[in-house]
């Protein structure tokens, strides 16, 4: 295959010399789109749930959900590291090198997967005990967790499938992934939660459904649809176990940053739920609910610029071209500098009505949620740059700076201004620990990176 076949896939993208903007374009509105709807799904999951089975059920999905977590950080980690590596074989012209990373990640992946669900089922309740199940809810939590393991492997696979399918050239075959298999996923839920009446463990098997038709969807494409990345036979010599050891070991770098920003995402959670709670009890909670809801559509919005603005920059990377990777980073920056903008505009406008669709309107959660919302969601002008920023050192290999960055977003900022705010300005400095810590964040940026947006 040829330097030109090599640049463009499937819908015709040329990562090496078509021009950025409307490259970033052609990536971008279909990866936004799924990533919108994706979160939009996964509300939709909480409002069946909540209306056909109970209250108890949601608790009992909130105390499973960390397994979720570790599912999409693993994937995510594989996903990211090696559209990374990939892309800069790409550039070379190194196609063996590329499909051999592909399949690596693809194996690894899914077997540790595979590995963690039978732990997680032979030692399930002592698992679910641990994540803080009551007497009361452990019943519930098995039927929910038990479903839903097999799911989590095709997640894996989805995921990584996802970012090889855009690195491949086909973004919006990319996004059905995540579209498709959604809408099958609200059907099945209805279906399984109101006409069969199968409960919780009916909400479960329709998302492992779900996923299992995602995943197949990727294993078809991979194997009759690839073009310019494709699966290989690895070998099982002691060499070849030791050069995937060292090429998973690559990836696991380039995409573990990646893994701390979704274990930040959780991190807002538990430590929101904590200080709510302690400050303002359980109105407080169910008021933080609100942006806890929410929180990942901000995530899922500006994630989608820096998975669209990551192969072309990490692709002109390998190939030295330091100006269309210039180019791009200044591209998904002002993307997500807009997106930012756009989203705080849309929270702080429309406070009520989005308050009025988790809480009922004179509740005393409901207030406290009125208040606070327009002060969290400035949060997402700044999410946004750092994300831009983050996704670019690790697009051109800066795997450090990108963790660094993750951790003071995450970590070192976040769980000292939830402490530390509402004692300056309370019950105000509550909502604005996550706006302060995206802040900071930037600044350690801007400052330890002086020049970056300019260049």
Known sequence: MGKESADKGRDGIDFGKARIAPLFNSIFYPTLLSMVFASLFTVADGIFVGRGVGSNALAAINIVSPLFL??????????????????????????????????????????????????????????????????????????????????????????????????????????????????????????????????IAGSAIASSLSCAVAAGIVVWYMIFGARTVQLCRLKGSLTSLKLTARNVGYMARSGFSSMLGELAMSMVLLTGNYVFIRALGEDGVAAFSVACYLYPIVFMINNSVAQSAQPIISYNYGAGNRYRVQRAFRVSFSTATVCGVLTTTFLTLCTKPLVGLFLEAGTPAYEIAIGGLPLFAYSAIFFAMNVAIIGYFQSTEQN?????????????????????????LFPQGMWLAVPVAECMTLGVILLTNRGIISR
């Open 70 to 199: 570790i599912t999409t950080g693993l994937a995510l980690m594989f996903g990211v590291g090696v559209s990374v590596v990939a892309s800069i074989h790409l550039s070379h012209n190194n196609h063996k090198a590329a499909n051999i990373n592909v399949t690596q990640a693809f194996a690894v992946a899914t077997l540790l997967m595979a590995v963690i669900t039978v732990v997680v089922y032979v030692f399930r309740i002592p698992f679910l005990r641990l994540l803080g199940s009551s007497d009361a809810l452990l019943p519930l939590c098995q039927d929910y967790l038990l479903p839903v393991l097999p799911g989590c492997i095709c997640i894996v696979v989805q995921m990584i499938g996802t970012f090889v399918i855009r690195l491949d050239g086909s973004p919006k075959f990319a996004a059905s992934l995540e579209i498709f298999p959604g809408l099958l996923n609200i059907f099945l839920d209805w279906l399984f939660v109101f006409p069969m009446q199968m409960g």
């Open 400 to 424: 450090t700076r990108a963790t660094l960055c993750m951790l003071f977003r995450g970590l070192i900022f976040l769980v000292p201004a939830f402490i530390l705010m509402p004692k300056f």
